[in-house]
Nanobody
């Protein structure tokens, strides 16, 4: 298991919302660009959104633009992903990690969106 622990996933209907959380045990958290990744069934892990150190900038992949919001709390080593207007194609295991991607991952949190 990696240095990150993800939570907040679950089943939700299309159009619903979830807020994912990630806790990092790394002392370097606040100085690292962080990201949310996801792995859908039968697909490779992909980047969803990233945030630069100190929250100075956020960057979203097209699948997340306008629906997801990434944020961080450097005082508590937390990373968040607010997901709104969820779609069935958002069904995946969501992971948090540094940028570039880490070599080891946490267990992730399962998000299942039903139509």
């Amino acid at each position: 298991q990696g240095d990150m622990v993800e939570s907040g996933g679950g089943p939700v209907q299309a159009g619903g919302s979830l807020r994912l959380s990630c806790t990092s045990s790394k002392t370097t958290f606040r100085r690292k660009p962080m990201a949310w990744y996801r792995r859908a069934p039968g697909k490779s892990r992909e980047l969803v959104a990233r945030i630069l150190p100190y929250g100075s900038q956020t960057i979203y992949q097209p699948v997340a633009e306008g629906r997801f919001t990434i944020s961080r709390d450097d005082a508590t080593n937390h990373l968040y992903l607010q997901m709104n207007n969820l779609r069935p194609e958002d069904t995946a295991v969501y992971y948090c990690g540094e940028v570039p991607p880490p070599t080891s991952w946490g267990q992730g949190t399962q998000v299942t969106v039903s139509s």
